[in-house]
């Protein structure tokens, strides 16, 4: 099983950027797809992006234009860029392998890494 490590979080102002790295135990090759999802107060997780092997990708709808995601097999992690942050962006960030869809396929979450944006 592989262990997800998310970092790269703080405390930026609205039109800033931040880079996320999710960093895996061992190597990803053998992994089809790995999502970033995030999570506000009092609201549900939800995909915020995700990236296949072969490098396709597929990001929410909220995010699209300005977030990237990314992937270093060679260094076993999975990016995400965020440029021009809302405040509306200010969530917990997590990893997880996930489906080609960007449905999470491990009940295992990280403690993520927390994204707050000023307004």
């Known amino acids: 099983q592989v262990q997800l490590v998310e970092s790269g979080g703080g405390l930026v102002q609205a039109g800033g950027s931040l880079r996320l790295s999710c960093a895996a135990s061992?190597?990803?090759?053998?992994?089809?797809?790995i999502s970033w999802y995030r999570q506000a107060p009092g609201k549900q997780r939800e995909m915020v992006a995700t990236i296949t092997i072969v490098g396709s990708t597929n990001y929410a709808d909220s995010v699209k234009g300005r977030f990237t995601i990314s992937r270093d097999n060679a260094k076993n992690t999975v990016y995400l860029q965020m440029n021009s942050l809302k405040p509306e962006d200010t969530a917990v960030y997590y990893c997880?392998?996930?489906?080609?869809?960007?449905?999470?396929?491990?009940?295992?979450w990280g403690q993520g890494t927390q994204v707050t944006v000023s307004s």
């Open positions: 997880n392998i996930a489906n080609i869809k960007g449905i999470a396929l491990s009940d295992s």
């Open positions: 061992r190597s990803t090759l053998d992994i089809n797809s």
